[in-house]
């Protein structure tokens, strides 16, 4: 196994594969040089000595710009490296793409759902929301009337924690009594229920809930939403008819205001009987064969480390590019997370309005967290900085990764759909449920969430399958990862063999095969909220 990694012929750094000590004799090209210091695994380390001011070049981009003077084989750090970014160039032309050989899934399918449009889910899902935070309690006493009743368990840990509890008790097969035997599922053709809860619909801008009420509607309209049960109080600003706007009219919506009945009583009887009726109707619908130019693949990434942009994020990139090339969609988020690498997307984007559009919405973005006082240089974590991404270029340049190299056909904002084939990008916040939250909203029927760190995220209507970066993180929390791209790090597989194995993986996965999100139960999902609470 090496020992270091060039990422790019043009970079200046090299990244350490396992910890390097002191006087570590390092031989590159027709030098030699002795490590002056320990370099740890995922760490970055000069090839030559720097003055300050020197540009650090990492992934063929800068990265950032040292603050002191360092001698070749030094460890970059927070303490001796700034954020810093290249200045941007106009568009140029449309670009060319080689995409790669797809002809061993050219004839593949997937067992989806076809809804009203033509758009096909990977799953079918019942929702209840509701449209303000004042009736979240109302949706938890929905989810603890059905969830079990109907033989959907939240938690692939719960009835291990219930049996610890009985034996605890000195109960075996009852709690109060009740007996806690598996219960049969009445609607098997339903993948389940899911009980969105949220801070929105009130007290903030009128933006910000035009906003929610326009990301309720796209989980209502989701190709793996059957139908809605709909929570309204009936004075907040998320208004009931500007949902019904929103909304395509496709699919069984069942709006409930809770004023309107008055008794709470009534109102969640009324609720329980609405969505029988709408899981009756539900499991109607039956899996078919479908092309995978109906996938549309939401690129995430959380809990990144060092490894990340070497291993995980281009074998997710090798993916897009494959799906792509078949005809499918895939969408590139995290706007925070792509700054220092602007350029190479206004070079990849297929006409100026695209480009135009990208800048201008990461203007707009940056300006609007320099006005509260921070900045994207802010983003890398505590846990990133630790695993050797100590500059948000750095970290950005990795993240990239994830949308491969074929053309930007769209630039969305927050809450716009997919609506062409293709590689979109899409402005949402860098924080993981959030930006989770906002690629289920723009239509992604599956999602890849690489991670080096380890998170346990997942989302209420898209399975999200989960990548390690590294074999060590998929060993220590099996519960959570689906796929290992440590290989990559091992030499025990090339990106592409990699991303071929990830791709079969996901056409099991959206024709129903259950991710570790699945079964531990992970639904989350948290609104962007661009104004100020009032």
């Not at 031989?27 to 000069?46: D, I, N, T, Y």
């Not at 603890?144 to 368990?153: C, M, R, S, V």
């Not at 619908?285 to 693949?297: E, G, I």
């Given at each position: 196994?090496?020992?270091?990694?060039?990422?790019?012929?043009k970079d200046n750094v090299l990244v350490a594969l396992q910890d390097l000590p002191a006087g570590t004799q390092v031989e590159w090209g027709s030098?030699?040089?002795?490590?002056?210091?320990?370099?740890?695994?995922?760490?970055?380390?000069?090839?030559?000595?720097?003055?300050?001011?020197?540009?650090?070049?990492?992934?063929?981009?800068?990265?950032?710009?040292?603050?002191?003077?360092?001698?070749?084989?030094?460890?970059?750090?927070?303490?001796?490296?700034?954020?810093?970014?290249?200045?941007?160039?106009?568009?140029?032309?449309?670009?060319?793409?080689?995409?790669?050989?797809?002809?061993?899934?050219?004839?593949?399918?997937?067992?989806?759902?076809?809804?009203?449009?033509?758009?096909?889910?990977?799953?079918?899902?019942?929702?209840?929301?509701?449209?303000?935070?004042?009736?979240?309690?109302?949706?938890?006493?929905?989810?603890?009337?059905?969830?079990?009743?109907?033989?959907?368990?939240?938690?692939?840990?719960?009835?291990?924690?219930?049996?610890?509890?009985?034996?605890?008790?000195g109960r075996q097969n009852t709690i109060d009594g009740v007996s806690m035997q598996k219960r049969e599922r009445p609607f098997p053709n339903v993948?389940?229920?899911?009980?969105?809860?949220?801070?929105?619909?009130?007290?903030?801008?009128?933006?910000?809930?035009?906003?929610?009420?326009?990301?309720?509607?796209?989980?209502?309209?989701?190709?793996?939403?059957?139908?809605?049960?709909?929570?309204?109080?009936?004075?907040?600003?998320?208004?009931?008819?500007?949902?019904?706007?929103?909304?395509?009219?496709?699919?069984?919506?069942?709006?409930?205001?809770?004023?309107?009945?008055?008794?709470?009583?009534?109102?969640?009887?009324?609720?329980?009987?609405?969505?029988?009726?709408?899981?009756?109707?539900?499991?109607?619908?039956?899996?078919?064969?479908?092309?995978?130019?109906?996938?549309?693949?939401?690129?995430?990434?959380?809990?990144?480390?060092?490894?990340?942009?070497?291993?995980?994020?281009?074998?997710?990139?090798?993916?897009?590019?494959?799906?792509?090339?078949?005809?499918?969609?895939?969408?590139?988020?995290?706007?925070?997370?792509?700054?220092?690498?602007?350029?190479?997307?206004?070079?990849?984007?297929?006409?100026?309005?695209?480009?135009?559009?990208?800048?201008?919405?990461?203007?707009?973005?940056?300006?609007?967290?320099?006005?509260?006082?921070?900045?994207?240089?802010?983003?890398?974590?505590?846990?990133?900085?630790?695993?050797?991404?100590?500059?948000?270029?750095?970290?950005?340049?990795?993240?990239?990764?994830?949308?491969?190299?074929?053309?930007?056909?769209?630039?969305?904002?927050?809450?716009?759909?997919?609506?062409?084939?293709?590689?979109?990008?899409?402005?949402?916040?860098?924080?993981?449920?959030?930006?989770?939250?906002?690629?289920?909203?723009?239509?992604?029927?599956?999602?890849?969430?690489?991670?080096?760190?380890?998170?346990?995220?997942?989302?209420?209507?898209?399975?999200?399958?989960?990548?390690?970066?590294?074999?060590?993180?998929?060993?220590?929390?099996?519960?959570?990862?689906?796929?290992?791209?440590?290989?990559?790090?091992?030499?025990?597989?090339?990106?592409?063999?990699?991303?071929?194995?990830?791709?079969?993986?996901?056409?099991?996965?959206?024709?129903?095969?259950?991710?570790?999100?699945?079964?531990?139960?992970?639904?989350d999902f948290i609104v962007w909220k661009r104004g100020v609470s009032l």
């Amino acid at each position: 196994m090496k020992v270091f990694l060039q990422i790019d012929p043009k970079d200046n750094v090299l990244v350490a594969l396992q910890d390097l000590p002191a006087g570590t004799q390092v031989e590159w090209g027709s030098s030699r040089l002795l490590l002056p210091g320990p370099v740890r695994a995922k760490h970055k380390f000069l090839i030559e000595g720097g003055r300050k001011g020197q540009e650090v070049i990492m992934y063929g981009v800068l990265v950032g710009r040292l603050n002191k003077d360092l001698p070749a084989g030094a460890e970059l750090t927070t303490e001796n490296l700034i954020h810093a970014t290249a200045d941007l160039v106009d568009w140029q032309g449309a670009p060319t793409w080689s995409p790669p050989n797809v002809e061993r899934w050219r004839n593949k399918t997937f067992a989806g759902f076809h809804r009203p449009g033509g758009r096909v889910g990977t799953r079918n899902l019942w929702l209840v929301v509701p449209l303000v935070f004042c009736e979240n309690q109302n949706v938890e006493i929905l989810r603890d009337a059905l969830i079990d009743e109907l033989g959907y368990g939240r938690d692939a840990q719960i009835p291990h924690l219930r049996a610890l509890a009985r034996r605890s008790l000195g109960r075996q097969n009852t709690i109060d009594g009740v007996s806690m035997q598996k219960r049969e599922r009445p609607f098997p053709n339903v993948d389940g229920i899911r009980f969105l809860t949220h801070d929105a619909g009130c007290g903030g801008t009128r933006q910000d809930a035009e906003l929610f009420v326009k990301l309720v509607a796209a989980y209502i309209d989701h190709p793996n939403v059957a139908g809605a049960t709909v929570l309204s109080l009936g004075c907040q600003n998320a208004e009931v008819d500007l949902l019904r706007k929103e909304l395509d009219g496709q699919k069984p919506v069942h709006i409930l205001d809770h004023q309107t009945v008055g008794d709470r009583r009534h109102y969640l009887e009324m609720a329980v009987a609405r969505t029988i009726d709408g899981l009756t109707e539900s499991n109607n619908h039956l899996r078919k064969s479908a092309p995978l130019n109906k996938l549309t693949l939401g690129l995430e990434c959380g809990g990144s480390d060092g490894f990340s942009g070497i291993s995980a994020n281009p074998v997710l990139g090798y993916v897009s590019d494959l799906l792509v090339a078949l005809g499918g969609s895939a969408i590139l988020a995290e706007f925070p997370e792509l700054a220092g690498v602007e350029q190479e997307l206004i070079n990849r984007s297929v006409d100026q309005y695209t480009a135009d559009r990208f800048v201008q919405l990461m203007r707009d973005y940056g300006q609007a967290v320099e006005r509260s006082g921070s900045s994207f240089a802010a983003n890398p974590s505590p846990g990133n900085i630790r695993d050797g991404l100590v500059t948000d270029a750095m970290k950005s340049a990795g993240a990239a990764k994830k949308g491969g190299t074929s053309p930007v056909v769209a630039c969305l904002d927050y809450t716009e759909p997919v609506e062409k084939p293709g590689l979109h990008l899409l402005c949402t916040p860098g924080n993981d449920v959030e930006s989770t939250t906002a690629l289920a909203g723009s239509g992604a029927n599956l999602i890849v969430f690489t991670t080096g760190l380890g998170t346990p995220t997942g989302n209420p209507v898209a399975p999200v399958l989960k990548m390690s970066s590294n074999t060590a993180l998929a060993e220590r929390m099996p519960d959570i990862i689906d796929f290992d791209a440590g290989t990559v790090i091992r030499g025990k597989q090339t990106i592409m063999e990699a991303g071929e194995q990830l791709l079969d993986k996901l056409i099991a996965v959206a024709s129903g095969e259950h991710t570790k999100s699945d079964m531990n139960g992970q639904e989350d999902f948290i609104v962007w909220k661009r104004g100020v609470s009032l």
